[in-house]
């Protein structure tokens, strides 16, 4: 949490778009979430507090939140089509699980033509094997770096346009 807010932080400052998605079902009995979903079963539906991001990685002014009823956010949101209408070609991804959505982001991210950036230090899984495993499996897919060196470039980012 700490490398996900000072990633946040540094976004912020340099004026990256920042996207934010969560999963949340988009009908109160979750009839919308993906067979994978429905047999975990994951199910936060809207309005429920648990639903909600951490108040310290929450959107602020006019970021966009998309809930996301599936672990892949290309698959389960409109995603794609607002990178494209925002300008976006790079993305910097960071979360929760490292082997299931962030995995699943960086993965289609990249096979749709993004340039990907995964910041290693600023994503968990339940065990550091399954982090490690995710990470190492992601090879040619994106860049993978740390909260440090993203950090900085976003903040060159920032200097370069003062």
């Not at 993965?107 to 490690?132: I, M, Q």
């Amino acid at each position: 949490m700490p490398n996900a807010k000072r990633l946040l932080n540094a976004a912020r400052a340099s004026g990256v778009e920042v996207l934010h998605t969560i999963i949340r079902s988009l009908t109160q009995d979750g009839r919308d979430r993906s067979l994978d979903h429905k047999l975990t079963p994951i199910h936060l539906s809207p309005g429920a507090p648990e639903a909600l991001p951490v108040a310290e990685l929450a959107p602020r002014g006019d970021e966009i939140l998309l809930p996301k009823t599936s672990s892949g956010v290309f698959n389960s949101t409109n995603i794609d089509y607002l990178l494209k209408n925002l300008g976006i070609r790079q993305l910097v991804i960071a979360g929760i699980l490292t082997d299931q959505c962030v995995d699943m982001a960086v993965r289609d991210g990249a096979d749709r033509g993004y340039l990907v950036t995964c910041v290693a230090d600023a994503c968990a899984a339940p065990t550091p094997e399954r982090h490690d495993g995710a990470l190492r499996a992601f090879g040619g897919y994106c860049w993978r770096a740390s909260t440090d060196e993203v950090e900085r470039r976003f903040l060159e980012l920032a200097g370069a346009a003062a």
